[in-house]
T-cell receptor, first 118, second 114 residues
Framework: DGGITQSPKYLFRKEGQNVTLSCEQNLNHDAMYWYRQDPGQGLRLIYYSQIVNDFQKGDIAEGYSVSREKKESFPLTVTSAQKNPTAFYLC?????????????????FGEGSRLTVL | SQKIEQNSEALNIQEGKTATLTCNYTNYSPAYLQWYRQDPGRGPVFLLLIRENEKEKRKERLKVTFDTTLKQSLFHITASQPADSATYLCALLLRAGNNRKLIWGLGTSLAVNP
């Protein structure tokens, strides 16, 4: 079945460590996204990528980095510079890069990764 | 300021009744409005989309209305079942040239009691 796979589901990190969250999709979607979800706040966009080898900062990119070397993969690194990294992280994808005919923005989400900083 | 609001209090209803959730927004002119379902500890799942020029959209037991004058969308689940218990998120898709941005509400928790 096609879908988005995030790993790990749970991750614990010591302060000062970088961690990388994996996101893989086999939906043949061009666009991929990373969101962060915190209690009492709506989903906030960290980074997004419309096409391979290109990505853009979202609303809260500070302390995070991404890469998009393959269409299927969009890993997120939470660096030690992120001041409050404990959160639920969601990866998503959608059909079509900017400028194509599909413009409705329906997102397909992974199951999420919960990061806890000890 | 621009904002999107959903019922902040959890909604508890009896099985078989119709659940109605609201999504209000200010200072936006969305191209589309989307509804998602999210279960605890899982990613949201897309349910329905309604365009700015549509008044109503249905899918099985789900119905969404969109009033751009009132800046409000209503999400109805008819003949509700305990399995419908979840958090429901609304999201506005804004257009800016070729760019698009989703703005998310906080979600409303629905509990359907048997």
């Amino acid at each position: 079945d096609g879908g988005i796979t995030q790993s790990p589901k749970y991750l614990f990190r010591k302060e000062g460590q970088n961690v990388t969250l994996s996101c893989e999709q086999n939906l043949n979607h061009d666009a991929m996204y990373w969101y962060r979800q915190d209690p009492g706040q709506g989903l906030r966009l960290i980074y997004y990528s419309q096409i391979v080898n290109d990505f853009q900062k979202g609303d809260i990119a500070e302390g995070y980095s991404v890469s998009r070397e393959k269409k299927e993969s969009f890993p997120l690194t939470v660096t030690s510079a992120q001041k409050n990294p404990t959160a639920f992280y969601l990866c998503a994808s959608s059909i079509g890069p900017r400028g194509t005919g599909v413009k409705t923005g329906e997102l397909f989400f992974g199951e999420g990764s919960r990061l806890t900083v000890l | 300021s621009q904002k999107i609001e959903q019922n902040s209090e959890a909604l508890n209803i009896q099985e078989g009744k119709t659940a109605t959730l609201t999504c209000n927004y200010t200072n936006y002119s969305p191209a589309y409005l989307q509804w998602y379902r999210q279960d605890p500890g899982r990613g949201p799942v897309f349910l329905l989309l309604i365009r700015e020029n549509e008044k109503e959209k249905r899918k099985e037991r789900l119905k969404v209305t969109f009033d751009t004058t009132l800046k409000q969308s209503l999400f109805h689940i008819t003949a509700s079942q305990p399995a419908d218990s979840a958090t429901y998120l609304c999201a506005l898709l804004l257009r800016a040239g070729n760019n698009r941005k989703l703005i998310w509400g906080l979600g409303t928790s629905l509990a359907v009691n048997p």
